[in-house]
C-alpha cells in the first residue's frame, strides 16, 4: 500500500475523526479524485505540439491524458469549435495517493520562494486548486525533452464539507500551508 494512503488509514481518520466529532469512521472527509490539466493553445497551429505534451504528462501521473477540445468557436482567439486546445487526466485509487505524495513531498518544496500554500486556493466546497507555473519541477520530466515551459493546474476533489475541514484532511496529509 502506498505511504501516505497508509498514513490516512492509520493516522488521519481517526484525528480528524476525533476533531469534527464525527460518531462513524465513513464521514471523515477523503480525497475523491485528483485531475491535472494543462493548456495548449498553441496547439491548434501546430499539432506536433500535443505528441510532445503527452509524452511527459503521462509519466506525470501514470496514464495516457485526455485531449481537451474547445466547446465553442471564438474569434479573437482565433479557436474554432472542436480544436484541441489542452489536456487533463484524472487519478483515483493508487495512483492518486501515488501523485499526492510526490507532490506534497518533492515537487512542492522544489519551488522557488515556496512559503506554503494560500488559504484562498479553497473552494466553498473544500476542493483545492493549484497552479504551477512551470512542469520541469517535476522528476518525471526530462529537462531536456521539454521544448517550452507550460504551467499546470492540479485540483485536488475531496468530500469535505467546506474550507476548514478540506483543510485539516490536507494538513493531516502534509500538505504545506501558509500560517
Request: aromatic share 6%; net charge positive; charged share 25%.
Given at each position: 500500500?502506498?505511504?501516505?494512503?497508509?498514513k490516512y488509514m492509520n493516522e488521519v481518520i481517526g484525528k480528524l475523526q476525533q476533531e469534527?466529532?464525527?460518531?462513524?469512521?465513513?464521514?471523515?472527509?477523503?480525497?475523491?479524485?485528483?485531475?491535472?490539466?494543462?493548456?495548449?493553445?498553441?496547439?491548434?497551429?501546430?499539432?506536433?505540439?500535443?505528441?510532445?505534451?503527452?509524452?511527459?504528462?503521462?509519466?506525470?501521473?501514470?496514464?495516457?491524458?485526455?485531449?481537451?477540445?474547445?466547446?465553442?468557436?471564438?474569434?479573437?482567439?482565433?479557436?474554432?469549435?472542436?480544436?484541441?486546445?489542452?489536456?487533463?487526466?484524472?487519478?483515483?485509487?493508487?495512483?492518486?495517493?501515488?501523485?499526492?505524495?510526490?507532490?506534497?513531498?518533492?515537487?512542492?518544496?522544489?519551488?522557488?520562494?515556496?512559503?506554503?500554500?494560500?488559504?484562498?486556493?479553497?473552494?466553498?466546497?473544500?476542493?483545492?486548486?493549484?497552479?504551477?507555473?512551470?512542469?520541469?519541477?517535476?522528476?518525471?520530466?526530462?529537462?531536456?525533452?521539454?521544448?517550452?515551459?507550460?504551467?499546470?493546474?492540479?485540483?485536488?476533489?475531496?468530500?469535505?464539507?467546506?474550507?476548514e475541514e478540506g483543510k485539516k484532511l490536507l494538513e493531516g496529509l502534509?500538505?504545506?500551508?501558509?500560517?
Open positions: 500500500m502506498q505511504r501516505l494512503k497508509e469534527l466529532g464525527l460518531k462513524n469512521s465513513l464521514a471523515v472527509p477523503r480525497i475523491s479524485k485528483i485531475v491535472i490539466s494543462i493548456g495548449l493553445g498553441e496547439a491548434k497551429d501546430d499539432s506536433g505540439i500535443l505528441e510532445k505534451v503527452k509524452v511527459y504528462f503521462s509519466e506525470l501521473g501514470g496514464q495516457t491524458p485526455v485531449v481537451t477540445k474547445a466547446k465553442k468557436s471564438i474569434a479573437t482567439f482565433k479557436v474554432s469549435k472542436g480544436q484541441p486546445i489542452g489536456m487533463m487526466m484524472t487519478l483515483r485509487g493508487t495512483r492518486m495517493y501515488a501523485f499526492l505524495d510526490k507532490l506534497v513531498s518533492i515537487v512542492l518544496p522544489k519551488v522557488r520562494d515556496f512559503k506554503g500554500i494560500s488559504q484562498n486556493c479553497f473552494d466553498a466546497q473544500g476542493n483545492l486548486n493549484i497552479g504551477l507555473k512551470e512542469q520541469t519541477i517535476f522528476p518525471e520530466v526530462d529537462y531536456k525533452s521539454v521544448d517550452k515551459v507550460r504551467g499546470l493546474a492540479v485540483t485536488i476533489t475531496t468530500t469535505a464539507k467546506n474550507k502534509g500538505m504545506p500551508f501558509r500560517s
